[in-house]
């Protein structure tokens, strides 16, 4: 029987039309995976929701209670750990409070700007460079389906990821951050997760009331931004961009430390740089605490400490490549 | 008066390193000597394999059963309580979380501790590799967990010289994870750090 298809009627269209298929079928499924990542992002910042999720890195597993919402164009999280010593961290839009309720300690932090455009909610345009993302199965995750993105690094300086994303609401159920042998070194896991439909501002106060706690860190005084920083990066690896400069007043010593971070879209590097000797017993050479990995050198009679969610690689380049302006 | 620990054969302290009976100080101390001895490190990866055939486990899925440790973990955990209600409410942590710790610690490749010191070094050859099976499949969520990098090699400090690193790494983790969403990914990332960094041991 003929094809009615008239391109299918000649062989040689025939194998142009399978050609160009195929072709376009890898760029196809990159944007398919590309557009959830994004779907992804968008909905973390802008729905509400509220849930439980462990937190698995090293030998350690905390689960926590997460309440999330957008409102009057800020973004709100709480977030805090349910086994354990009580702690809890609130996101308001860039300040940041961790709060410490047995010790009725408060430490209020906010970040001071980015240098490149403000991004609420997240502006993830496409996949950033340097990565490369495709659709897996299904699995089922908090009792919502979820579909599977895997993210790989192109290189040896960042980390995967394997996501289930809600089918439903693209919201996160659960992240494995992975090594370039498929190594885990983290995982976030949703085993609860209820979209909802408004939360209240009241949602996001602090466990702590009244005035019997100690407050730290007054954003105005501790933390200025840095136009023209003292210490500078000459050799950054690949995708990664400055966002972000500032000076911070950093126990024990007090003094001032030069904080710079700097992404490559996914993942983030802090570089410290503080005057040695401060510290008996400063940081030298590579450490690591899960996921992220720290590397200390000594440089000028000044500490550079570079720590970031990123491969041992990663934060040894960065730290080798840090001079004085 | 000799430990018990102290008066094992380099056999004996291998083999309780990969069943994860070692104490701190003479783990410390064996995971010196695997950095330096590239025959005991094949040793520690054939004890490792052995371990899993004898348990009926895939050495590449050392670490399964996640689901199962995160379920215990969090089975007791009471739903999400309104602001105010968390003051003065200090928890011990749940036997089972604790028994759910204790489990992913067998489970790991080497476990140190929470903060661990490298040499510039990575031990990598005998790390198991990860079965890749999320291709095109529909999979379990939990039981198909690939082990969790839970630790790797200490460098000869001392534990209260440990100690001190930790802490001293710990203000820079805060400092990064405060801000460390720079980059694209749900806040609910770089958070969940900061939470579990500050979250008791």
Same mark, same amino acid.
């Given at each position: 029987?003929?094809?009615?298809?008239?391109?299918?009627?000649?062989?040689?269209?025939?194998?142009?039309?399978?050609?160009?298929?195929?072709?376009?079928?890898?760029?196809?499924?990159?944007?398919?995976?590309?557009?959830?990542?994004?779907?992804?992002?968008?909905?973390?910042?802008?729905?509400?929701?509220?849930?439980?999720?462990?937190?698995?890195?090293?030998?350690?597993?905390?689960?926590?209670?997460?309440?999330?919402?957008?409102?009057?164009?800020?973004?709100?999280?709480?977030?805090?750990?349910?086994?354990?010593?009580?702690?809890?961290?609130?996101?308001?839009?860039?300040?940041?409070?961790?709060?410490?309720?047995?010790?009725?300690?408060?430490?209020?932090?906010?970040?001071?700007?980015?240098?490149?455009?403000?991004?609420?909610?997240?502006?993830?345009?496409?996949?950033?460079?340097?990565?490369?993302?495709?659709?897996?199965?299904?699995?089922?995750?908090?009792? =919502? &389906?979820?579909?599977?993105?895997?993210? *790989? /690094? #192109?290189?040896?300086? !960042?980390? +995967?990821?394997?996501?289930?994303?809600?089918?439903?609401?693209?919201?996160?159920?659960?992240?494995?951050?992975?090594?370039?042998?498929?190594?885990?070194?983290?995982?976030?896991?949703?085993?609860?997760?209820?979209?909802?439909?408004?939360?209240? =501002? &009241?949602?996001?106060?602090?466990?702590? *009331? /009244? #005035?019997?706690?100690? !407050?730290? +860190?007054?954003?105005?005084?501790?933390?200025?931004?840095?136009?023209?920083?003292?210490?500078?990066?000459?050799?950054?690896?690949?995708?990664?961009?400055?966002?972000?400069?500032?000076?911070?007043?950093?126990?024990?010593?007090?003094?001032?430390?030069?904080?710079?971070?700097?992404?490559?879209?996914?993942?983030?590097?802090?570089?410290?740089?503080?005057?040695?000797?401060?510290?008996?017993?400063?940081?030298?050479?590579?450490?690591?605490?899960?996921?992220?990995?720290?590397?200390?050198?000594?440089?000028?009679?000044?500490?550079?400490?570079?720590?970031?969610?990123?491969?041992?690689?990663?934060?040894?380049?960065?730290?080798?490549?840090?001079?004085r302006r | 008066m000799t430990s018990k620990t102290e008066s094992m054969t380099g056999?004996?302290?291998?083999?309780?390193?990969?069943?994860?009976?070692?104490?701190?100080?003479?783990?410390?101390?064996?995971?010196?000597?695997?950095?330096?001895?590239?025959?005991?490190?094949?040793?520690?990866?054939?004890?490792?394999?052995?371990?899993?055939?004898?348990?009926?486990?895939?050495?590449?899925?050392?670490?399964?059963?996640?689901?199962?440790?995160?379920?215990?973990?969090?089975?007791?955990?009471?739903?999400?309580?309104?602001?105010?209600?968390?003051?003065?409410?200090?928890?011990?942590?749940?036997?089972?979380?604790?028994?759910?710790?204790?489990?992913?610690?067998?489970?790991?490749?080497?476990?140190?501790?929470?903060?661990?010191?490298?040499?510039?070094?990575?031990?990598?050859?005998?790390?198991?590799?990860?079965?890749?099976?999320?291709?095109?499949?529909?999979?379990?969520?939990?039981?198909?967990?690939?082990?969790?990098?839970?630790?790797?090699?200490?460098?000869?400090?001392?534990?209260?010289?440990?100690?001190?690193?930790?802490?001293?790494?710990?203000?820079?983790?805060?400092?990064?994870?405060?801000?460390?969403?720079?980059?694209?990914?749900?806040?609910?990332?770089?958070?969940?750090?900061?939470?579990?960094?500050?979250?008791?041991?």
């Amino acid at each position: 029987m003929r094809s009615r298809d008239p391109a299918l009627r000649c062989p040689s269209r025939a194998l142009l039309v399978a050609l160009l298929f195929l072709w376009g079928a890898p760029a196809w499924a990159a944007d398919e995976a590309g557009a959830l990542l994004m779907r992804m992002a968008e909905a973390m910042s802008s729905q509400a929701y509220e849930g439980t999720l462990v937190y698995e890195h090293g030998d350690r597993l905390e689960s926590m209670a997460i309440v999330h919402g957008y409102i009057d164009g800020r973004e709100y999280e709480r977030l805090r750990v349910l086994s354990g010593e009580p702690f809890e961290i609130i996101r308001e839009g860039k300040k940041v409070t961790c709060v410490w309720p047995a010790e009725r300690r408060m430490l209020v932090d906010q970040r001071p700007g980015d240098l490149l455009a403000p991004k609420p909610p997240r502006n993830l345009r496409s996949l950033p460079a340097h990565y490369r993302a495709e659709l897996g199965g299904t699995g089922r995750i908090a009792e =919502r &389906e979820g579909r599977i993105l895997r993210i *790989e /690094g #192109e290189d040896r300086y !960042r980390y +995967g990821y394997r996501m289930w994303i809600d089918m439903e609401t693209g919201l996160l159920l659960r992240s494995d951050l992975t090594g370039r042998e498929g190594m885990v070194y983290e995982r976030i896991m949703f085993t609860h997760i209820q979209p909802l439909d408004t939360v209240g =501002r &009241e949602r996001f106060e602090p466990s702590l *009331e /009244g #005035e019997k706690y100690s !407050r730290h +860190g007054d954003p105005a005084a501790d933390t200025t931004r840095l136009e023209d920083p003292e210490w500078e990066m000459t050799d950054l690896p690949p995708g990664f961009r400055l966002v972000s400069h500032r000076n911070q007043a950093m126990p024990p010593h007090g003094e001032a430390v030069q904080h710079s971070v700097y992404t490559d879209g996914l993942a983030s590097v802090s570089i410290f740089v503080e005057p040695a000797g401060t510290d008996a017993m400063p940081l030298r050479g590579l450490s690591r605490m899960g996921a992220v990995h720290a590397f200390g050198r000594e440089i000028e009679g000044h500490q550079v400490t570079v720590v970031g969610e990123v491969p041992a690689a990663t934060v040894k380049h960065v730290a080798r490549g840090v001079r004085r302006r | 008066m000799t430990s018990k620990t102290e008066s094992m054969t380099g056999e004996e302290a291998l083999s309780a390193l990969v069943d994860g009976e070692l104490e701190a100080l003479p783990r410390n101390r064996i995971l010196g000597r695997l950095l330096e001895d590239e025959e005991l490190r094949a040793r520690w990866a054939r004890y490792h394999a052995g371990r899993a055939s004898l348990e009926g486990t895939d050495p590449g899925l050392i670490g399964a059963g996640f689901s199962e440790r995160v379920a215990a973990a969090v089975s007791a955990e009471p739903p999400i309580v309104a602001p105010g209600q968390l003051r003065g409410a200090r928890r011990p942590i749940p036997e089972r979380a604790r028994v759910a710790v204790a489990a992913a610690a067998i489970g790991a490749v080497v476990a140190v501790g929470g903060v661990l010191v490298l040499r510039d070094g990575a031990f990598g050859p005998s790390a198991p590799s990860v079965a890749d099976n999320d291709r095109g499949t529909t999979v379990a969520a939990g039981g198909d967990a690939p082990p969790l990098v839970s630790g790797t090699f200490g460098d000869g400090l001392a534990p209260a010289e440990q100690d001190r690193v930790r802490q001293r790494l710990a203000m820079y983790l805060n400092s990064h994870n405060r801000f460390a969403d720079a980059g694209e990914m749900p806040n609910v990332m770089p958070s969940s750090r900061l939470v579990g960094f500050n979250a008791e041991p």
